[in-house]
């Protein structure tokens, strides 16, 4: 759209207003702070961000480019180029106008819809009613109509108190809430499509995710390694101005282990119970509380709904959060496509080579148990936390 | 459309495909048993349902009928109302044209697709290269032409070794994996817009759910009773051929024990975490694997990440699934929709009156058990259990 805005209009999710009022400034607080941490990091120059009212504005000569980030950060519902104007009415209509002229085509309809929130000596229909009358009249020349309706385009007023803009364009925001306004949870990642997604969806419920990858070497190749490295940045890429760090830990001694000295249908289940194992005293660590990974609902044999319940079993301190319990494989995709991972993770990597050609789809506790006796799970678990890597990205 | 197809083609979800071939066997037969059912309790009449080669075709002169209900089950990823024919050539050149005929007006585009399995005298483009021929031919003075890529209308040929099919239509189905492919689940319903939703997303997986309703008279009234009862039916609908009844629980006094006997921010903790214990009971009883809740992270005071934790303690036995864990709102509405669960969920009543002003956000683990330790938890749980209702819906 070919004019110049100074100005974003950065509008929160539904869900932030249910909120008691303690908590919602709390909220707004962190979004604040996220959305400069966002605009520093990317270089966009802005003059000042604004608190007024449950809406955030941003000052910014560079409105195109910071909207387009804007959107892009947790708890902001849809965002908006816009031009500041004083609250009088001359002013919103002279500037309404203006906006009108540059974006109005011949023959194009158009409807003006104002918000307003605070005192003034205008009613918002009244904004409306005057805007659209001296656009009627102005661009007369250009066979412009009025289309409440479905119009051609919209033009938006705002006023909040001592604040006031127009806008002609509003971009949706990726909802959620603001990151941080949760605590940490460690999340399983296998650099595949299903845990970055799962990752993602409870980073944008507000909770900082820490990455913690298991390095499967010799069942699994260095091609599987640097394809989770490069997902955990483009998730890093979502939670800027939190640690951008991947949590690694070599895990193929023990599941060598596992292969060698338990029932191979169990191999699947009995990896993942360690891993749980692994993930809570890592958990521990970093001060999470819960862990996070990819199941969903029979998508591999290890994730029936009676395996899911074995695998739970395994962490006695942490709840296992699965978000995509009840996603289809085609719905994941299309997260991951919007998220940024798909290509990466879509990409082709050798499978994991511990896994058995028939794995079992409705272990017994008693026998995952039984098999678990015959390893040194303390021991196991001890040398994975103990070599531990943190690799920066 | 105007013609009368006496077929239906359903198409399954591509998750299916990827499973093993005993795997996809079982689930095949799981799904021509629900296709029956549904068929058979809505009175829609068919002759025959033929499995081959992972589609499965409904002999029906009620297509169109049957098709908007075939749609709706679960698995299913699409249906298209079809005109059988044979698998000569010529058979499927002759009833395309009459499809053609009854469908193309003039001016309009069209474009030929064939899928086709088994072994045949014929290539897929040869069958899409004389329909098409033909149907130009005959439809000239009509004006009709082939566009390939954005075509008004599609004709689709369908043929598995000796059965073929032509079609027009392609209705998106629900997806997921054929209900009853997984074990039983009990789901805590409450009427409200999150349960009844995590509920259907764990059946679009294959759970069977056993819906559990905790009756808290007198902290809510008789509205909040109905509604659940109304949201129960319209899930049951999803569920044709599968028990129809809600388990009720009396839980007021086991609530009014609570309110009154610990600190008033911890009200709605201990009651989650005795409404837990008390579904892994009858989680016991029915045999099911787990308990699905509608909790999304910090959609409300109980649901902080470190509050989930404090819940998810008290449930030893069994996991508790949150397929809503990442949704917001506004998409947990959108489904509630699609399901037809939320004109019944959004309906007004009166909240519950045992919720405190001031909820924690952040209970610690020590503060709950030892508020715990002044109830008789085991007594609580055991009457709630022992007044168990199952009501038929």
Redesign the interface.
């Known amino acids: 759209m070919d004019w110049a805005p100074d100005s974003v209009i950065v509008r929160l999710?539904?869900?932030i207003w249910i909120k008691?009022s303690w908590?919602r400034r709390w909220y707004l607080r962190r979004l604040v702070r996220n959305i400069r941490v966002v605009l520093e990091h990317y270089d966009v120059a802005y003059d000042q961000i604004i608190r007024r009212n449950g809406r955030v504005f941003v000052a910014t000569c560079e409105a195109q480019a910071s909207a387009k980030r804007l959107s892009r950060i947790f708890g902001v519902s849809s965002v908006s180029p816009a031009l500041n104007t004083g609250t009088d009415l001359d002013a919103i209509v002279n500037v309404s106008l203006s906006v009108a002229q540059r974006i109005l085509t011949a023959g194009n309809s158009f409807a003006v819809r104002c918000k307003r929130v605070g005192k003034h000596p205008y009613t918002s229909q009244e904004v409306c009613r005057v805007v659209g009358r001296r656009i009627l009249e102005a661009l007369a020349d250009r066979k412009v109509r009025v289309d409440l309706d479905n119009p051609d385009l919209r033009i938006g007023v705002e006023v909040r108190d001592d604040l006031a803009f127009v806008f002609a364009e509003v971009i949706k925001g990726v909802?959620?809430?603001p990151l941080g306004?949760?605590?940490r949870?460690v999340g399983l990642l296998s650099g595949g499509l299903d845990s970055a997604v799962?990752c993602w969806?409870?980073m944008?419920?507000?909770?900082s995710v820490v990455p913690l990858y298991f390095d499967n070497d010799p069942y699994t190749g260095e091609s599987v390694n640097k394809r989770t490295v490069e997902v955990a940045r483009v998730l890093s890429d979502w939670a800027v101005g939190f640690p951008r760090s991947l949590y690694i830990v070599s895990y193929g001694a023990s599941l060598k282990e596992i292969v060698e000295g338990t029932p191979r249908r169990l191999t699947c289940i009995l990896c993942k119970r360690l891993m749980y194992r692994i993930a809570e005293r890592i958990s521990d660590r970093v001060g999470a509380?819960?862990l996070v990974t990819g199941e969903?609902?029979?998508?591999q044999a290890s994730q029936?709904?009676?395996n899911?319940?074995v695998?739970?079993e395994a962490a006695e301190r942490?709840?296992?959060?699965?978000?995509l319990?009840?996603f289809?494989?085609?719905?994941t995709e299309m997260l991951a496509r919007k998220i940024g991972t798909y290509e990466v993770s879509a990409r082709s990597v050798e499978g994991c080579e511990a896994v058995p050609y028939?794995p079992a789809?409705k272990a017994k506790l008693e026998e995952v148990m039984e098999a678990e006796s015959k390893l040194d799970i303390k021991k196991m678990v001890d040398r994975c936390v103990g070599g531990l890597a943190v690799v920066s990205l």
Chains 1, 2 share one sequence.
Not at 296 to 299: F, M, N, V
Request: proline letters at 4%.
């Open positions: 999710g539904g869900e008691k908590t909802g959620g809430f306004v949760q605590g949870i799962a969806l409870v944008k419920r507000g909770c509380e819960g969903a609902i029979g998508e029936t709904l009676r899911l319940r695998l739970d942490y709840p296992v959060h699965r978000p319990l009840g289809d494989k085609a719905e028939k789809t």
